[in-house]
């Protein structure tokens, strides 16, 4: 009996460590394990070189998503998130040559622009790799006006553009976006992820007022016409120009709606 009732004080004397709850009673299993903070198995210095090198070695913008796959469980997204905020201003420092951008939902180290015209030199001098100024122009309305058609293009620049839009398909700056429900139902032209990885932008939302974005286009941009015809309200579907015949890159075209042969709908006309 001696022997029973020394188990019996001994277990009374051991305390009780489990959480308590506001109301007294202790939280369940599932609840204090919750309780216990993550911690990253990385230092905060090494969280920044790993994330140095992934940024680096993608040779897209890495996306949040992308980066949580990589760290795992072992380093906390709020760990990381603060490891990449230094990294940012450790690239923001004067006299760099890189950049740390927040491009196209993802991030991206990229050369500063000021010293794009050196890089363009020692990557391949003989190769012209700008737009003509009526791509830029024709570019810069379907920016600031999207989604727009390519009538409506016209009508704002005055200009025939029908090439241009092929070529700005083909550079995959812009898609097409649907149709318009008006008469003849043209297409609706927009820019795309390609588009604002080539002028550095993080969404649609910081493009820059239209007399700082033609400033990036170059010089000899119409920077007063191209104003006017941003400013402008879209014409209406009278006023319209009528497009040329080849205007649309039949590879872009969207699948047919309708149609009871194999070759797509039928052309109209009187049938023999």
């Known amino acids: 009996m001696a022997h029973e009732e020394d188990e019996t004080t001994q277990d009374a004397a051991v305390p009780d460590e489990s959480p308590v709850m506001p109301d007294g009673e202790a939280a369940p299993p599932e609840q204090a394990d919750a309780v216990a903070p993550e911690v990253s198995v990385l230092p905060p210095a090494e969280i920044r070189a790993v994330l140095e090198a992934l940024i680096f070695a993608s040779d897209q913008p890495i996306t949040a998503r992308e980066i949580g796959q990589v760290l795992g469980a072992g380093v906390p997204r709020e760990d990381w998130e603060a490891a990449l905020d230094e990294l940012k201003a450790e690239y923001a420092r004067d006299g760099r040559g890189l950049q740390l951008a927040e491009i196209a939902g993802g991030w991206q180290i990229t050369t500063r622009p000021e010293y794009n015209d050196w890089v ?5 001098p003989q190769r012209p790799t700008r737009l003509s100024i009526q791509a830029l122009e024709t570019l810069a309305v379907i920016a600031y006006k999207q989604p727009v058609t390519q009538p409506e293009v016209i009508e704002l620049r005055g200009v025939k553009s029908g090439g241009v839009v092929k070529t700005l ?6 898609r097409i976006t649907g149709r318009k429900e008006v008469v003849g139902r043209p297409m609706l032209y927009g820019t795309t992820k390609q588009f604002l990885l080539h002028f550095g932008l ?22 007063a016409g191209l104003k006017r015809a941003i400013e402008a309200p879209l014409p209406a579907a009278g006023e319209l120009a009528e497009p040329e015949g ?14 009871d042969g194999e070759g797509g709908s039928e052309p109209s006309g009187d049938s023999g």
Do not use: M, Y
Request: charged residues 45%; negative net charge; aromatic residues 4%.
């Open 120 to 124: 363009r030199e020692l990557l391949d």
């Open 169 to 174: 398909l083909e550079k995959r700056l812009i």
């Open 202 to 223: 993080k969404d649609l939302g910081e493009l820059p007022r239209i007399e700082e974005f033609a400033e990036v286009l170059g010089e000899e941009v119409d920077i």
């Open 246 to 259: 080849d205007q649309i890159p039949l590879f872009e075209e969207p699948p047919a709606e309708s149609g």
